[in-house]
């Protein structure tokens, strides 16, 4: 079975940074769009950062500037590295990732999730 597997989340104060990393874990036969989303309290779940196979990237206007999102193909990874963290950065981050599974089909997977904590 495929799935991501995310880590680096952790307690931060504000300014500092963080590098989160999400693997895919099991055969595919391509790996498509990966991405970042995040979910702060009481907030819905919304688009970080993504990066096409080819290394086109976009940001949310909240976190440009400040965070880059980088993969290896090699590896079936991508990262995510958070710099100048602020405290409205507080969330649950997830990874995401279309892939082309052994069965010839396209599939949208998220990861169970890292949480980022930025404070005092």
């Known amino acids: 079975q495929v799935q991501l597997v995310e880590s680096g989340g952790g307690l931060v104060q504000p300014g500092g940074s963080l590098r989160l990393s999400c693997v895919v874990s099991?055969?595919?036969?391509?790996?498509?769009?990966m991405a970042w989303y995040r979910q702060g309290p009481g907030k819905e779940r919304e688009l970080v950062a993504g990066?096409?196979?080819?290394?086109?990237?976009n940001y949310a206007d909240s976190v440009k500037g400040r965070f880059t999102i980088s993969r290896d193909n090699a590896k079936n990874m991508v990262d995510l590295q958070m710099n100048s963290l602020k405290p409205e950065d507080t969330a649950v981050y997830y990874c995401?990732?279309?892939?082309?599974?052994?069965?010839?089909?396209?599939?949208?997977?998220w990861g169970k999730g890292t949480l980022v904590t930025v404070s005092l």
């Open positions: 990066i096409s196979t080819g290394g086109s990237r």
């Open positions: 099991g055969i595919i036969l391509r790996l498509n769009t």
């Open positions: 995401n990732a279309v892939v082309l599974t052994v069965r010839d089909t396209t599939e949208r997977l």
